[in-house]
């Protein structure tokens, strides 16, 4: 070997003895390399510098097998059905006929003789859905707003075979129908079991959207466990494009399993924007089964109305972070008033589950059954609170009743911005309000808040006030913000307000 490469080969192991060995150095001694131990007393030991590593190479899902397998379980579902639609005799006076558009016009004009001015007339209304087959002697999932108010459900397979369908029972709560067709060997879908769906995972809908069948869309799973307002069910949110028409079809997973039923779509236009949710599945079918076992389904509740957790009520409360259901209202002899609760508690978990959104209550509750036993922690006056309720049934309406009489104080302006003064014994009768304090004007903060003259005060963090002198102690004594319970009307809202 020659010198030079000799030097090339000794540059080169200089090289790795610096690279690959740790607390060493190479030492260069004419054309040797000689490695020199280090002593290093007190200091810190080196750590390499964290390195980005790049997520595993991932192609893109062929869904072709399972758009070929899964599709002709399908269906397209139309419905016809009538709706009462106001009629004031407008052609008879000369004015211009709202309805005169409506494709049925002329045949309601001819043939239903002549109609009285003033009243009503029955309108028909026509609609599209899908649907997917379940079981092979023709049970069908779908949405039941798709089926809400019909007369008739038409369901047509792939092969263009068309049967009537029997709706056996729909829940408007989780929007999940159960329909029937006369029919037997029929192509089915498999159903996902369990909840192991993860965001970011590739999902296909099947559907007809505007009425074109088997219409193959994909995307992926955005979030879970959404919460819609006046929702009971914890959605699926996609990217998934669906639209009017894909109402009740399947959601796939990559193995070609049901995970969801498309129900919902976010939009300012009327078509898709980016954003639709489905039910899970694990949802629909506990629906399905009250529904073939029973013809009809019983929701759970605790008897509370809650709100949404802001900074301004986290602040207000001590809640290290915004999370939970604050409870604005106790439905008087209901599961939650038997089990403790009150204004202003805040629910942090139900059975372990942990309530981030208000939302997630009524999700969790609405899916229990009626007797269930729960436990809670709730957060009230700074301090973590165990509670066990036994919930009750949704369909049970428990009155309400108020509490006695207390007297008044002169009104007053605090810093909040509120001018209050007690409410008058008739006041009491008239509004069925027997405690708080009425707001005569509100400015500023509480202004800016929300607050409105007539509102009725009923509680300043969660502690209830009857006097003037009540809530300045509180608001004393306060932080950054309050949160005051209102009485609007029937309605009782918490609304943060912050101070100075």
Not at 206 to 227: C, E, F, H, Q
Not at 455 to 466: A, E, K, Q
């Amino acid at each position: 070997m020659s010198e030079s490469t000799l030097k090339r080969a000794a540059l080169a192991v200089a090289v790795l003895g610096v690279i690959g060995v740790g607390g060493a150095v190479a030492v260069k001694q004419g054309n040797a390399v000689a490695a020199a131990p280090v002593v290093l007393q007190a200091a810190a030991p080196v750590q390499a510098a964290p390195v980005a590593v790049p997520a595993p190479m991932m192609a893109l899902p062929d869904f072709s097998v399972i758009a070929a397998h899964n599709g002709p379980a399908v269906v397209n579902i139309s419905v016809t059905g009538s709706t009462k639609t106001a009629y004031d005799g407008a052609e008879q006076t000369g004015r211009a006929d709202p309805f005169a558009d409506d494709p049925f016009y002329e045949f309601f004009r001819r043939f239903q003789g002549p109609q009285q001015r003033g009243g009503q007339r029955s309108v028909p209304t026509h609609g599209l859905g899908s649907g997917f087959i379940i079981s092979a002697d023709g049970i069908i999932l779908t949405n039941a707003h798709v089926v809400r108010d019909a007369s008739e459900v038409v369901v047509k397979l792939t092969d263009r075979r068309e049967f009537r369908a029997k709706v056996l029972g729909s829940d408007p709560k989780s929007d999940v129908a159960v329909l029937k067709i006369d029919a037997k060997n029929l192509p089915v879908v498999p159903l996902a079991k369990g909840n192991d769906l993860k965001v970011g995972e590739w999902v296909l809908a099947i559907g007809s959207p505007y009425g074109l069948d088997n219409t193959v869309t994909a995307g992926v799973v955005s979030a879970k466990g959404r919460s819609l307002p006046d929702g009971n069910v914890p959605f699926i949110q996609t990217d998934v494009a669906v639209n009017p028409g894909n109402s009740g079809g399947p959601l796939f997973n990559t193995r070609g399993e049901v995970v969801g039923i498309n129900s919902q779509i976010y939009s300012q236009t009327g078509g898709y924007q980016g954003l639709s949710f489905a039910i899970p599945i694990d949802v629909a079918g506990k629906i399905k089964d009250q529904i073939v076992s029973t013809g009809k389904v019983t929701h759970a509740k605790l008897g509370v109305t809650v709100q949404e957790i802001n900074q301004g009520f986290a602040d207000s409360f001590n809640l290290a972070t915004p999370e939970g259901a604050l409870v604005s209202n106790v439905e008087k002899g209901g599961p939650g008033d038997k089990a403790g609760l009150k204004l202003g508690d805040v629910i942090r978990t139900l059975n372990g589950n942990k309530i981030v959104s208000s939302g997630d209550l009524p999700a969790i509750v609405g899916l229990a059954t009626p007797g269930d036993k729960v436990t809670m922690e709730v957060w009230r006056q700074g301090k973590p609170v165990q509670l066990s309720a036994t919930l009750g049934n949704a369909n049970d309406k428990v009155a309400a009743a108020a509490d006695g009489e207390r007297g008044g104080q002169a009104s007053a302006k605090l810093k909040l911005g509120l001018s209050l003064r007690p409410l008058e014994s008739m006041e009491k009768r008239q509004s069925g309000i027997a405690n708080g304090l009425l707001i005569e004007d509100a400015r500023g903060a509480a202004a800016d808040a929300g607050v409105q003259p007539g509102d009725v005060l009923l509680s300043v963090n969660g502690r209830p006030v009857n006097t003037v002198d009540q809530v300045r102690e509180v608001v004393d004594k306060s932080g950054k913000s309050v949160a005051l319970l209102i009485q609007r009307g029937d309605d009782k809202i918490f609304i943060p307000v912050r101070l100075g």
